[in-house]
Nanobody
Framework: VQLQASGGGLVQAGGSLRLSCAAS????????AGWFRQAPGKEREFVAA????????YVTDSVKGRFTMSRDNAKNTVYLQMNSLKPEDTAVYYC???????????????????WGQGTQVTVSS
């Protein structure tokens, strides 16, 4: 399984970015997908996920109303649309996938099997 994340960059506060994560060796039709981020000196934290069981996508409270996760099954790709970016959103963003993760474990990075390489998002004030 390979996950290829892209779309990061440098943006001013209030700007937007769209991250993409393309999968090979795994189908997002059947697997859960997630986005996590890690800032320097901090733990990896949950940002968003699309459930394996019902296909619905969720975001964490700190980004609700600003970030949206979606997926394109035909392209086997998931996206994280990030609007109204803030300096505190600066981090390396990782996509994750798992064929067996249960919904109650989506928010915990230790339960995810597959990871992309990470893409840097930097928001300047």
């Amino acid at each position: 399984v390979q996950l290829q994340a892209s779309g990061g960059g440098l943006v001013q506060a209030g700007g937007s970015l769209r991250l993409s994560c393309a999968a090979s060796g795994l189908s997002f039709r059947r697997a859960a997908a997630g986005w996590f981020r890690q800032a320097p000196g901090k733990e990896r934290e949950f940002v968003a996920a699309c459930s394996r069981s019902n296909g619905r996508c969720y975001v964490t409270d700190s980004v609700k109303g600003r970030f949206t996760m979606s997926r394109d099954n035909a392209k086997n790709t998931v996206y994280l649309q990030m609007n109204s970016l803030k300096p505190e959103d600066t981090a390396v963003y990782y996509c994750a996938a798992d064929n067996a993760i249960i919904s109650s474990s989506l928010g915990d990075y230790v339960h995810w099997d597959y990871w992309g390489q990470g893409t840097q998002v930097t928001v300047s004030s």
